[in-house]
């Protein structure tokens, strides 16, 4: 079992930025693909954006440019570096990543992902 914690969040103005961390513990298996996900309310999870084990990142065409994520294997830690935020991004965002590597990476109907207990992100 792999437990992630999320921190970071918090409230900010536009054309700000934040920086969000995930620690994973427990169980872990650097191969994992991990990702970061937000959710609003009414609406599902999305995918922000995911990073497999090579490096290879996969991001929501809204955020390119914006955010970046990087991770830290040694650490057991995820980033996200999120630029020039807007009132659109403000959500709850969750770090993931997949039980192991057979799983791929992380996704809302993936049933092999772990999900962190989210961060609240909220631009105004």
């Known amino acids: 079992h792999v437990q992630l914690v999320e921190s970071g969040g918090g409230s900010v103005q536009a054309g700000e930025s934040l920086r969000l961390s995930c620690v994973a513990s427990g169980r872990i298996d650097s191969t994992n693909c991990m990702g970061w996900f937000r959710q609003v309310p009414g609406k599902e999870r999305e995918v922000v954006v995911t990073i497999a084990y090579d490096g290879r990142t996969t991001y929501r065409d809204s955020v390119k440019g914006r955010f970046t994520i990087s991770k830290d294997n040694a650490k057991n830690t995820l980033f996200l570096q999120m630029n020039s935020l807007k009132p659109e991004v403000t959500a709850v965002y969750y770090c993931?990543?997949?039980?192991?590597?057979?799983?791929?990476?992380?996704?809302?109907?993936?049933?092999?992902?772990?999900w962190g207990q989210g961060t609240q992100v909220t631009v105004s």
């Open positions: 993931a990543t997949t039980r192991s590597p057979s799983y791929g990476c992380p996704g809302v109907r993936n049933s092999g992902t772990y």
